[in-house]
């Protein structure tokens, strides 16, 4: 397994370091440094022990986890972590489908045409006509400005609340998307919802990426060569999504973990550390 820590250190330099085999690679940037447009979120990777990576490319990157709205410009753009990570593979030129649950309403519908307008289907979303589509409040504005069109904020506190994942839910969607090399568990799930996704990663040879909140343990029943991400407490900016969604995207297209994280770090502005 491999596991990903990341958090808010309270220095203004930030940096990045890997451990494998005594070996250490690393990658930083300066706190106050606004050209690479992150926040300053400090990384981890410590490699557990891994497995060979996985074998031929496919072409879908299955993303799971329920997309939020953001009214913007009176337009509704997808905003959480399972979006931002989804709208970053496809940036990075994957096929990306999306498994997760939203209402049968407007708000849905700008959603999920603002996901397919930026590359990320949605075949495998459930519309569900008993709840409304989870709606996140516009963030207030700090130093940096207005946003970009084009951002994907993370929820705010008074965001309404996003359902739970559902096993069978879940299990019916990857029914549809039976072609995948990676998929990736973007939210918190319980753990019939990992092992219905942990079936399906073993059952197509897919590596399973996971993504749990900070100070949690992976649970149980993972395959061996599960990839999880401990995710920051905050991502105002979407910089953490963006990350793996990068991460993904490598995966699927034949790099091993350490390549796929190096590529993915690239692509975000970091720079290579000196190692003490």
Known sequence: ????????????????RR??????????????????????????LQTIS???PHGRVRPVVVVIG??????????????GTPAGV????????????????????????GLLLSLARRGVGHVALLRDPSRPTALAQEPQLGDAGPASPDDV??????????????????????????TFAVVVLAERAGQEVVRVVADAARWNGAQLVMVVAAGTEPPDGLPPDAIVFEAPVEDP????????GRFAAALDDGADAADAFRTSIAAEGWTEAAVD
């Open 1 to 16: 397994m491999v596991r990903i820590r990341t958090s808010l250190p309270d220095v203004p330099d930030w940096a990045l």
């Open 19 to 44: 451990e494998c085999d005594g070996a250490f690679w690393g990658a930083a940037a300066p706190g106050g440094n606004s050209t690479v447009g992150l926040s300053p979120l400090h990384f981890t």
């Open 50 to 52: 891994t497995q060979a």
């Open 66 to 79: 329920s997309p939020v709205g953001l009214l913007r410009d009176e337009e509704v753009v997808p905003t």
């Open 86 to 109: 989804a709208l970053a593979a496809a940036e990075a030129g994957r096929e990306v489908q999306l498994v997760g649950r939203t209402g049968d309403d407007p708000t849905a519908d």
């Open 153 to 178: 904020a993370a929820p705010a506190p008074e965001s309404s609340p996003v359902p739970a994942l559902d096993a069978a839910d879940v299990e019916l969607g990857l029914r549809y998307l039976t």
């Open 237 to 244: 900016d979407g910089d953490f999504a963006a990350l793996v």
